[in-house]
């Protein structure tokens, strides 16, 4: 920050130079008149070709030459030439001298200029430093705009010179705009609780948390929360993210900790927020080779000001991080941030009520139900939801409509679930034929194994960096997999490269994120949830380990129970894939007429997918189709038949 300043006063400094310099150059550059030497000026002196000269000031002479074109009346507002002088006594002398005027006055010839003096004093100094005085004045502007830009940057919120942080008074966000979370409600109500009435409390000798952290994967509202703590207590917030902390020059993190909390303690009772703390609060000595100093700076000055800070004094410190596990001990030590609260990403329940919050000020068709879309979007955090609403208004808009419908909604979640639909990308017909099987390959193995979510859309259009996509969805809103499960999803995963060899003989790059994803899920089933023959034994215990900029892994596990882990891990991998290819061996027939159609139709639905399965020709579901919208369209013809 103190960077940021001298440089700043510096550009203004120098803004001012070169403007003064401007203003100077373009005084003397558009006067017009000719500029002469003084040695020039006495040479026609004694030449008498001098009419008459000014004194402006002391050091510029105006003067008019003799047959001049300028009437002698306008003289001294215009003017033939002017000269620089070293000072308006030396020059009168000179002329006086070279005129030879005798000591009663009179010339003693006739070459004597008429001499006019202006007061010094007053015009002509103003004059010369006019070039000055407006330099200052427009840099002085220019000092006041970049002034006011920066307070309008930090519109509505106070900023310090050294911290980063944002002072907000009045946030305006409530228990009300949380939707869901539930349980995370009721255990902040009591911090607001206690920032509301702490006399209340601390008469009794309850013991208030002095710091309260927020776990839980990004988008899940824990910014939110925090402010709507704030809001609901009605006190001032102070914010500020774990990277500002982080600066180029060892002490300015800990010194803006520092200052944070001063301002803080003189706004009690209120809250500080550290958002991201994780970039800060990282476990201390994990690092390899140094260089870590200033991190470590930052985080015992914060430590040494948690605990500079009485419980009854008002302040509570909240953060908020995905990562609880990589936190320095000494944060979560009593007295630091004792209590954490996990938010979770939301429920079918929770989905629907942040549905509504967020469908507050939108137009929504009549038959759009929350219920149906909470089903179809697990996994969603709230920041998704709220972005999805925004996707389905852009595409109403889009489309010229005053109401958001269904099908706004349900391109909406696709466009959050994968990117942008990609309908201009080129795809060339082996590569449309590979993803054809690749997807139907996913769509059959899900169909025929009972455990797997339910097929919803097969497409071979493109979105983001997926060729195609099989959307499914869970068939009910269980929280725990069981084994058979996980099996058959993971042969679902498989499916689409048991596809590919069966077909074409040949595998492809296609299916290198259904490898990565049915193996990290296999292995997981051996070392985290005791799925295999080695037993119930948690054999994960990766520890992650700074080196460095990145982390690396480091394993619990002896060698020989590792290559165990490996052998289980390919077990249920090979295993999977087998049944994989033997039940699109079986339905080969049914994956032919898939692809028939995914060629036709490029996206089909659940119900396309069961009539295949009943064996339902592709040409058949097609002309039905057909027939429909024939139908559809005859209907529409006007009685009189013009179109
Ligand atoms: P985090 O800090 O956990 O990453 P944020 O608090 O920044 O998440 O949430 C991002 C946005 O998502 C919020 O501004 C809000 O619009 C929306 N959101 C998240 N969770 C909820 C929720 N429970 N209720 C309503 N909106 C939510
Ligand atoms: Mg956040
Ligand atoms: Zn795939």
Redesign the pocket.
């Known amino acids: 920050m103190k960077r940021v300043n001298i440089f700043k006063i510096v550009s203004i400094i120098l803004v001012i130079i070169a403007i003064g310099l401007v203003i100077a150059l373009m005084l003397g550059a558009f006067d017009g008149t000719q500029e002469i030497t003084y040695d020039e000026f006495l040479q026609k002196l004694q030449q008498g070709e001098i009419s008459a000269v000014y004194f402006s000031g002391n050091f510029k002479m105006s003067i008019l030459f003799k047959g001049s074109e300028i009437p002698a009346d306008k003289f001294p507002d215009r003017v033939d030439a002017y000269c620089q002088i070293s000072s308006r006594t030396l020059a009168s002398d000179d002329i006086l001298r070279l005129c030879k005027v005798d000591e009663a006055g009179a010339p003693e010839n006739a070459n004597l200029p008429k001499m006019i003096f202006d007061d010094p004093s007053s015009g002509s100094i103003w004059t010369s430093l006019l070039p000055m005085i407006l330099a200052l004045v427009v840099g002085g502007i220019f000092f006041f705009i970049i002034l006011r830009q920066n307070a309008g940057a930090n519109n509505k919120a106070m900023s310090f010179g050294n911290t980063k942080a944002q002072m907000t008074k009045n946030i305006k966000v409530r228990f009300n705009?949380?939707?869901?979370?539930e349980e995370e409600k009721a255990e902040l109500q009591e911090i607001v609780e206690f920032l509301k009435h702490p006399q209340k409390y601390t008469d009794v000798g309850a013991k208030i948390p002095r710091g309260v952290l927020?776990v839980?994967?990004?988008?899940?509202?824990?910014?939110?929360?925090a402010k709507a703590v704030a809001g609901e207590a009605n006190v001032p917030f102070f914010s500020i993210s774990g990277s500002d902390f982080v600066e180029m020059f060892v002490g300015v993190g800990a010194s803006r900790v520092r200052d944070l909390f001063l301002q803080a303690k003189r706004n009690m009772p209120c809250i500080v927020f550290i958002?991201e703390i994780d970039a800060v609060g990282r476990h201390r000595g994990a690092g390899l080779g140094g260089g870590n100093d200033e991190r470590e700076q930052t985080l015992n000055q914060l430590l040494v000001q948690m605990d500079g800070f009485e419980t009854g004094d008002g302040i509570i410190v909240m953060a908020?991080t995905?990562r609880a596990d990589i936190l320095d001990p000494a944060l979560l030590r009593p007295g630091r941030f004792d209590r954490q609260i996990y938010?979770n990403v939301?429920d079918v329940k929770?989905r629907e009520?942040?549905l509504k919050?967020?469908s507050r000020n939108k137009p929504l068709a009549g038959d759009i139900d929350f219920k149906t879309i909470a089903r179809i979007t697990t996994g969603f955090?709230?920041?998704d939801?709220?972005n999805l609403l925004n996707e389905a208004a852009i595409l109403a808009a889009r489309a010229n409509r005053k109401v958001i419908i269904m099908e706004d909604i349900l391109e909406g979640i696709n466009k959050v679930i994968m990117g942008p639909q990609k309908k201009s990308r080129v795809v060339t017909a082996t590569d449309k034929r590979i993803t054809a099987y690749h997807e139907s390959g996913h769509a059959i193995v899900a169909k025929v194994l009972e455990n797997c979510d339910d097929v919803q859309e097969v497409s071979i259009i493109p979105r983001g960096m997926a060729a195609g996509y099989t959307l499914t969805r869970p068939k009910n809103e269980d929280s725990h997999y069981t084994k058979a499960e996980l099996n058959d999803t993971i042969a679902m995963m498989l499916g689409g490269r048991a596809a590919e060899e069966i077909v074409i003989k040949d595998v492809t790059t296609g299916a290198s994120n259904d490898i990565q994803r049915a193996s990290s899920l296999a292995r997981r089933m051996v070392t985290e949830w005791g799925m295999s023959d080695l037993g119930c034994l948690y054999l994960g215990g990766d520890q992650e380990v700074f080196v460095g900029k990145s982390w690396g892994t480091h394993s619990n596990n002896s060698e020989e129970m590792n290559s165990k882990i490996d052998n289980h891990v390919k077990t249920i991998i090979d295993d999977n894939y087998k049944r994989a290819i033997e039940i699109l061996t079986t339905y080969h027939g049914v994956m032919d007429e898939m692809v028939k159609l995914l060629f036709e139709k490029e996206t089909i639905y659940k119900e396309e997918v069961d009539k295949l399965f009943e064996g339902v020709p592709a040409e058949k579901i097609l002309s039905d189709a057909k027939g429909v919208t024939e139908k559809k369209e005859d209907d529409e013809i006007p009685p009189e038949g013009k179109r």
Not at 177 to 181: S, T, Y
Not at 216 to 225: A, I, R, S, V, Y
């Open positions: 705009d949380v939707a869901g979370a927020l839980g994967p990004p988008g899940t509202g824990k910014t939110l929360f958002d908020a995905n938010v939301p929770g009520a942040i919050v967020h955090t709230g920041a939801l709220a």
